[in-house]
């Protein structure tokens, strides 16, 4: 990353912390218009627990509906969060500073946004309870672990303790940062219990910078995990023609990167537009962010593709009816025609151009597009599959998502923007202490006849300056 | 002999590693005294000793344990109420491996969390000598010593160079 501004410790405070210590006035109008749409969303679920699943407009064949394609939906926004926080950090790019906290941040919200719908669509959701924890020793009933609506909530569980602990540990020193900052003896105080005493001590930082590299390495394989099980709700049923495959893991997971890198690129637009972080997310990031971006898109493009290959190679007439059905007839081919155009064939040709790349709002506006074409994708595996225009004809039947549903997955969207409204308020959405380590590491260096800015990555360990003849280090030392 | 914390604060770093090593000819043991900075500074820029830690073992001990857990909840509830599917096991292996696996990395991530707080020596209820400055971008050096030792640690704070007053506090 060669783009910076060299900013001091004090200035990074200044900026990162002002909406933090300050009320800006676009907060609260901002704050009340989400929460109406919240409390709207839950409205609807009280109408819906008080009259019935019957409001929704899930009926035979078709019992899965807006509220499972949410599910998938949210649950693979998660999976950018931690993913671009934890390569990034075990590969140690340096543009991956600023957007850590706010990727994971939004790992989290999204979770607790994914949990909401499979909850209200069981209809009882208190009953949930008996189907994942082993509790009931009176009456003797226990989860059914064969059933993989037992392993979901065990993935999805994991994988949000384990992200929310990720943050918390790794805010630690910008709570401290806070703590030594407040000017109100109460949020001083506050900030203080939470900081745990932080310091900054030569130990408290080795740790905070292992926590980051070994939470990312052990939280990687539950993302992996996790979208692997949200596959296999759909897999394991071999009664459900489009549903049945051995490609969804990876498939289910390489589209989760692509709608949820594409989020991140959106939050870091917006991060700059509201919070004015223009010095610390460059264009440097977006284009460093699209050109993964670009990848991922095109391996996601590819796994799709060989599912519709090996899914029409057989051409049993179930499954070729079923593909008929989602790209051809009404009112799902026009909705995959949208869905291929949105979130492959518009943005991936955009940002191969570099201006595009490095310019916020055509970013923006291409990973809103990958955005509404990846919730498609969900909706279009979920309904059509379950259509099941193959078999008997009494049998058949059609899905009309109803205003309660529509008002629930509103409700989710502005859930995870409210969080993340709320948390911005009260904790920094940049690491603090992540940026400022990368500006005392940056040191402009001479090339022959340029200078150009290098980072040192990481300092040596100690055993190194003790036992190593570097001939650098010799010199250093006698120096 | 109650101990006392004093705490020198400095703008560069070449100064703060200067007052460890005043700190070391005056006779002061490497555990006690601190560098205290508001940036992870790559080890040894102040000469410091290395931290030491157990870190690595937490998430092995954690694993072991979300493993005994998951493998009981599975194993445990299916064999309370078995369900009979024909010419199967009672205990069915692919679908406790998920399960399992998940209360290992469970295991693993909290022990991981709680290890790294236990290490850092956090919570620490005492700040003791300590300024808001260094969160700021000034460098501190901070001693915890006996109550007759403090005016000799001081002496070698000061002798780096000092930006403002000498900071002192209780432990």
Same mark, same amino acid.
């Given at each position: 990353?060669?783009?910076?501004?060299?900013?001091?410790?004090?200035?990074?405070?200044?900026?990162?912390?002002?909406?933090?210590?300050?009320?800006?006035?676009?907060?609260?109008?901002?704050? &009340?218009?989400?929460?109406?749409?919240?409390?709207?969303?839950?409205?609807?679920?009280?109408?819906?627990?008080?009259?019935?699943?019957?409001?929704?407009?899930?009926?035979?064949?078709?019992?899965?509906?807006?509220?499972?394609?949410?599910?998938?939906?949210?649950?693979?926004?998660?999976?950018?969060?931690?993913?671009?926080?934890?390569?990034?950090?075990?590969?140690?790019?340096?543009?991956?500073?600023?957007?850590?906290?706010?990727?994971?941040?939004?790992?989290?919200?999204?979770?607790?946004?994914?949990?909401?719908?499979?909850?209200?669509?069981?209809?009882?959701?208190?009953?949930?309870?008996?189907?994942?924890?082993?509790?009931?020793?009176?009456?003797?009933?226990?989860?059914?672990?064969?059933?993989?609506?037992?392993?979901?909530?065990?993935?999805?569980?994991?994988?949000?303790?384990?992200?929310?602990?990720?943050?918390?540990?790794?805010?630690?020193?910008?709570?401290?940062?806070?703590?030594?900052?407040?000017?109100?003896?109460?949020?001083?105080?506050?900030?203080?219990?939470?900081?745990?005493?932080?310091?900054?001590?030569?130990?408290?930082?080795?740790?905070?910078?292992?926590?980051?590299?070994?939470?990312?390495?052990?939280?990687?394989?539950?993302?992996?995990?996790?979208?692997?099980?949200?596959?296999?709700?759909?897999?394991?049923?071999?009664?459900?023609?489009?549903?049945?495959?051995?490609?969804?893991?990876?498939? #289910?997971?390489?589209?989760?990167?692509?709608?949820?890198?594409?989020?991140?690129?959106?939050?870091?637009?917006?991060? /700059?537009?509201?919070?004015?972080?223009?010095?610390?997310?460059?264009?440097?990031?977006?284009?460093?962010?699209?050109?993964?971006?670009?990848?991922?898109?095109?391996?996601?493009?590819?796994? #799709?593709?060989?599912?519709?290959?090996?899914?029409?190679?057989?051409?049993?007439?179930?499954?070729?009816?079923?593909?008929?059905?989602?790209?051809?007839?009404?009112?799902?081919?026009?909705?995959?025609?949208?869905?291929?155009?949105?979130?492959?064939?518009?943005?991936?040709?955009?940002?191969?151009?570099?201006? #595009?790349?490095?310019?916020?709002?055509?970013?923006?506006?291409?990973? /809103?597009?990958?955005?509404?074409?990846?919730?498609?994708?969900?909706?279009?595996?979920?309904?059509?599959?379950?259509?099941?225009?193959?078999?008997?004809?009494?049998?058949?039947?059609?899905?009309?998502?109803?205003?309660?549903?529509?008002?629930?997955?509103?409700?989710? #969207?502005?859930?995870?923007?409210?969080?993340?409204?709320?948390?911005?308020?009260?904790?920094?959405?940049?690491?603090?202490?992540?940026?400022?380590?990368?500006?005392?590491?940056?040191? &402009?260096?001479?090339?022959?006849?340029?200078?150009?800015?290098?980072?040192?990555?990481?300092?040596?360990?100690?055993?190194?300056?003790?036992?190593?003849?570097?001939?650098?280090?010799?010199?250093?030392?006698?120096? | 002999?109650?101990?006392?914390?004093?705490? @020198?604060?400095?703008?560069?770093?070449?100064? *703060?590693?200067?007052?460890?090593?005043?700190?070391?000819?005056?006779?002061?043991?490497?555990?006690?005294?601190?560098?205290?900075? @508001?940036?992870?500074?790559?080890?040894?820029?102040?000469?410091?000793?290395?931290?030491?830690?157990?870190?690595?073992?937490?998430?092995?001990?954690?694993?072991?344990?979300?493993?005994?857990?998951?493998?009981?909840?599975?194993? !445990?509830?299916? +064999?309370?109420?078995?369900?009979?599917? !024909?010419?199967?096991?009672?205990?069915?292996?692919?679908?406790?491996?998920?399960?399992?696996?998940?209360?290992?990395?469970?295991? *693993?991530?909290?022990?991981?969390?709680?290890?790294?707080?236990?290490?850092?020596?956090?919570?620490?209820?005492?700040? @003791?000598?300590?300024?808001?400055?260094? +969160?700021? !971008?000034?460098? !501190?050096?901070?001693? +915890?010593?006996?109550?007759?030792?403090?005016? +000799?640690?001081?002496?070698?704070?000061?002798?780096?160079?000092?930006?403002?007053?000498?900071?002192?506090?209780?432990?």
């Amino acid at each position: 990353m060669q783009e910076h501004t060299q900013l001091t410790q004090k200035q990074i405070n200044d900026e990162l912390l002002k909406d933090i210590l300050h009320l800006p006035k676009w907060w609260l109008p901002a704050v &009340l218009f989400l929460l109406t749409i919240v409390l709207a969303g839950y409205s609807a679920f009280g109408y819906m627990i008080y009259h019935g699943l019957g409001v929704t407009g899930l009926n035979r064949p078709v019992f899965w509906g807006f509220f499972i394609a949410n599910f998938v939906f949210w649950i693979g926004i998660s999976h950018a969060g931690i993913m671009i926080s934890a390569i990034l950090r075990l590969t140690q790019a340096e543009w991956r500073r600023p957007i850590t906290r706010a990727a994971e941040v939004m790992t989290v919200f999204s979770l607790a946004a994914a949990l909401h719908t499979p909850m209200m669509h069981v209809g009882r959701p208190w009953r949930v309870l008996y189907w994942i924890f082993p509790y009931d020793f009176s009456r003797d009933i226990w989860p059914n672990v064969r059933s993989p609506f037992v392993w979901d909530p065990s993935a999805v569980g994991t994988y949000l303790i384990a992200s929310t602990l990720f943050v918390m540990i790794c805010l630690l020193p910008d709570l401290a940062i806070l703590r030594d900052r407040a000017k109100n003896p109460l949020v001083k105080k506050i900030y203080a219990q939470f900081a745990l005493g932080f310091r900054g001590t030569p130990r408290q930082w080795k740790l905070q910078i292992i926590a980051g590299i070994l939470l990312s390495a052990l939280v990687l394989p539950v993302f992996v995990s996790v979208h692997s099980i949200v596959s296999w709700d759909f897999a394991v049923l071999i009664g459900v023609e489009g549903w049945r495959s051995t490609i969804f893991a990876p498939y #289910f997971i390489i589209g989760a990167i692509h709608s949820g890198v594409s989020a991140v690129a959106m939050l870091m637009a917006l991060t /700059v537009w509201i919070y004015g972080l223009q010095n610390y997310i460059k264009p440097d990031h977006f284009d460093a962010i699209a050109r993964l971006l670009i990848i991922v898109a095109t391996t996601w493009f590819f796994f #799709f593709f060989l599912e519709w290959v090996w899914a029409l190679y057989t051409l049993e007439t179930p499954e070729v009816a079923l593909r008929e059905l989602q790209a051809e007839q009404w009112p799902y081919g026009p909705l995959f025609g949208i869905f291929i155009i949105t979130s492959f064939v518009i943005p991936v040709p955009i940002w191969l151009f570099k201006r #595009f790349r490095r310019n916020a709002v055509i970013m923006f506006w291409t990973c /809103v597009l990958v955005n509404i074409g990846m919730w498609l994708e969900r909706f279009l595996i979920v309904i059509p599959g379950l259509l099941r225009r193959s078999h008997m004809t009494f049998d058949w039947g059609s899905y009309h998502p109803s205003i309660i549903e529509i008002a629930i997955v509103v409700e989710t #969207f502005a859930f995870v923007a409210l969080g993340m409204l709320l948390f911005a308020k009260v904790f920094p959405l940049v690491p603090l202490f992540d940026v400022k380590e990368g500006m005392i590491n940056r040191h &402009l260096i001479k090339i022959g006849r340029r200078v150009i800015p290098a980072t040192i990555r990481e300092g040596l360990p100690h055993h190194y300056y003790k036992n190593h003849s570097d001939p650098i280090i010799e010199r250093s030392k006698e120096e | 002999m109650g101990k006392r914390s004093v705490l @020198g604060l400095y703008i560069e770093e070449d100064s *703060a590693a200067d007052a460890l090593d005043n700190l070391k000819e005056a006779g002061f043991h490497e555990s006690e005294y601190e560098i205290l900075t @508001g940036v992870p500074y790559p080890e040894g820029t102040f000469g410091e000793a290395e931290p030491q830690h157990n870190l690595y073992r937490w998430p092995l001990i954690g694993a072991i344990c979300g493993f005994s857990i998951a493998l009981l909840i599975t194993a !445990g509830t299916q +064999t309370a109420y078995p369900l009979i599917t !024909g010419g199967k096991p009672i205990l069915s292996i692919p679908a406790m491996a998920v399960i399992i696996y998940e209360g290992t990395m469970l295991g *693993a991530i909290i022990f991981t969390v709680i290890g790294i707080v236990f290490e850092s020596r956090l919570p620490r209820i005492f700040m @003791g000598a300590y300024s808001e400055k260094i +969160t700021e !971008g000034h460098i !501190g050096v901070t001693v +915890t010593t006996d109550e007759n030792r403090t005016e +000799t640690a001081e002496k070698a704070l000061m002798k780096a160079g000092i930006d403002g007053e000498i900071i002192r506090g209780w432990e």
